[in-house]
């Protein structure tokens, strides 16, 4: 099979397209012909060599820990899933731009969303519902989310608005607009952030969820008032510091479901900035490095 692949660790340009072994489906699992995978921080920082010493991998490795496609091996004890059916989900730690990819967690694709948005879903769903797993129940609370028009953060203001929570989210200027017509009160980054949540929170913040890469996780402690009902998807230094709680996603289907319900009601549409073919894969790799949005990867 054609897959993208680096022998060594470090930029972009380490990572080539060339053919690999095949994966197949083993118990609790599932082959899919891959359609698209997307491009997520931990695929950067694996490829860089930079959790090599609490991650290495074997070398050549293949990037990519989540992916969309059609389903053609079925493993032992998969109940509900068929040949045939189109699925979005999780890999191993890295192993899906490729054009086949065993899938541990997965869940339907929902009709309203295109090829390119499910495979935008697949880790950013799994974290989110993890990051709110444990904050109990939002009716009625009003939940901070650091980045949230974000690939994480738009996921828990899904979650949380139908979960009855009032959402404060902090996003850059130019999107503003779109957040204000999901029903986000919505601000900006940066110093002053506390009083600018005052103002659109008059009656406080109950919860917190850190899905930036920002030095805020510090000022969300302080405008929530309790670290314990802090969530940071990105320091695990800084939780540990803080007393915050850090979660990672896990190969869970249910938690993937709980943001394909929300697609297919119409309630949650995973955001998408860069489309690239397998062909550009270190190209792909270079945007995500750079930040400027959700890139996903299409596979012929």
Known sequence: MHAARYHRYGAPDVLVVEEAPEPHAGPGAVRIAVRAVSVNPIDVLLRA???ESVLPLELPAIPGRDAVGVVDEVGAGVEGTRVGDLVFGLGGVSDTTAEFAVLTAWSGVPGGWSTEQAAAAG???ATAAAALEDLGDL???TVLVEGVS???GSAVAALALAAGATVVGTASQAHHDALTALGIRVTTYGEGLADRVAALAPDGVDVAVHAAPSASLPDLVAIVGDATRVVTV???AGA???GARSVNARNDSALLEQLAQLGRRGA???RVAHVLPLASVAEAHALA???TGKVVVTVP
Do not use: I, K, N, W
Request: charged share 20%; net charge positive; glycine share 24%.
């Open 234 to 236: 990105v320091d695990t």
């Open 268 to 270: 949650y549409t995973p």
């Open 123 to 125: 880790l950013a769903s």
């Open 240 to 242: 540990a510091r803080l």
């Open 49 to 51: 060599g930079r959790l």
């Open 139 to 141: 009716a009625g609370r």
């Open 289 to 291: 490095e750079g930040g």
């Open 150 to 152: 974000g690939g994480v």
